[in-house]
């Protein structure tokens, strides 16, 4: 028995399906395909903030990041931060990373921060709820991202963060095989398209920053009372026409929005998901006070639609649990904007319910600068 699995095994055919395979995963590891990856896949927008912090640090020599989701990267105008605060020596770059879990943001911090010793402060943008939506699963983005940072060390950071793991989520983050699969996918179905992506951004101008956001589309077209307003109307059985500040792609995404916010726990107090994410967040925080960097949370704006699920006893839980991340370090810098684009109807400034466009974005980062009083 043993004889005849290893004659199959030994065969020549399999030996060089395995010498491909093993050849492929080496030129996927030495980062050969990034430049390739679907824009703005997960794989790509990791890449593309990383790769632009780094090869921006001489000429920039930020002494300020920014770190978040999609919340920063949408809601912050670097251009703006950075020609404002110039005279006053602050100079910004990002960090902030579309749909990042705080472990995904660890492995950031554990591979990026010592690039940049001239830091001394991190700006990290918050958003209300996510304590309450903590997850113990690894989400496809996640594993994604994770490969692309950290594929080494990844398995280790699963573990130290919690995650009820597989075997397959052990391999995705480790094998860049697994981990591009759908991308290759995409790429064989759509060879085209990717190649007028590549060609187009080649062409692109160089600038110090990543991304500024210029949409100009907002939810104030579409008059929601609440969620389940917005489930209703504009959900697959809704009848709302789009307005002309809109288009079918908008609309998704505030549909989208509205059906993420409303599964928010209504929770005032403390969770099982609420600690778990304060214990993850203490370990990102140990990076960064470890070099002695400050830490400022800064509370985003958000649609005022979600205003009535975030209450005084959510801020309370939000003091406490970061108070315990910053382990005493540091005392608490915490500055709440959550109502600086208006406390009754902001939706000239939201592109969705969450995320702001390209109005709101320049009043959030005006408001930031005011804030942050340099």
């Not at 690894?138 to 573990?159: G, K």
């Amino acid at each position: 028995m043993l004889k005849a699995l290893k004659d199959f095994f030994f065969q020549r055919d399999w030996a060089i399906i395995f010498s491909v395979l093993i050849g492929l995963e080496l030129i996927l590891q030495l980062g050969f395909y990034k430049p390739f990856l679907k824009k703005n896949s997960y794989a790509a927008n990791i890449n593309l903030v990383t790769s632009k912090a780094i090869e921006t640090k001489e000429s920039l020599n930020p002494n300020v990041l920014v770190l978040g989701t999609s919340i920063a990267f949408e809601g912050i105008s670097l251009p703006i931060l950075n020609e404002t605060l110039a005279r006053k020596g602050i100079r910004v770059q990002t960090l902030a990373v579309r749909a990042s879990e705080l472990v995904v943001q660890h492995a950031i911090l554990q591979k990026y921060l010592a690039e940049f010793p001239n830091v001394k402060q991190i700006v990290h943008i918050m958003e209300p709820g996510m304590p309450w939506v903590d997850r113990d699963t690894l989400t496809d983005p996640t594993l994604v991202m994770l490969s692309e940072v950290s594929p080494w060390q990844s398995n280790q950071f699963i573990y130290d963060f919690e995650y009820k793991s597989k075997v397959t989520d052990l391999l995705s983050v480790s094998l860049k095989t697994i981990s591009y699969r759908k991308d290759f996918a995409d790429f064989l179905l759509n060879t085209s398209d990717r190649i007028k992506y590549l060609s187009k951004r080649s062409k692109e101008e160089k600038t110090s920053w990543v991304h500024d956001n210029d949409t100009i589309e907002s939810i104030e077209g579409y008059h929601l009372k609440d969620l389940q307003d917005c489930l209703d109307r504009l959900g697959p059985n809704g009848q709302t026409s789009i307005p002309s500040d809109s288009n079918p792609d908008h609309k998704r995404m505030v549909y989208e929005t509205c059906l993420v916010s409303i599964g928010v726990p209504k929770e005032s107090q403390s969770t099982t998901e609420s600690d778990r994410y304060f214990r993850r967040l203490k370990k990102n925080y140990k990076l960064v006070l470890d070099k002695g960097i400050r830490i400022t949370n800064i509370m985003a704006p958000y649609s005022s639609l979600l205003f009535i699920y975030n209450d005084s006893n959510k801020m309370k839980v939000w003091e406490e649990g970061l108070k315990y991340a910053l382990d005493g370090r540091q005392k608490l810098d915490l500055i709440d904007l959550q109502k600086s684009l208006g406390s009754i109807d902001n939706g000239t400034y939201c592109y969705d319910l969450i995320h702001l466009n390209a109005k709101g974005k320049e009043i959030f980062t005006q408001k930031l600068i005011e804030a942050l009083n340099y």
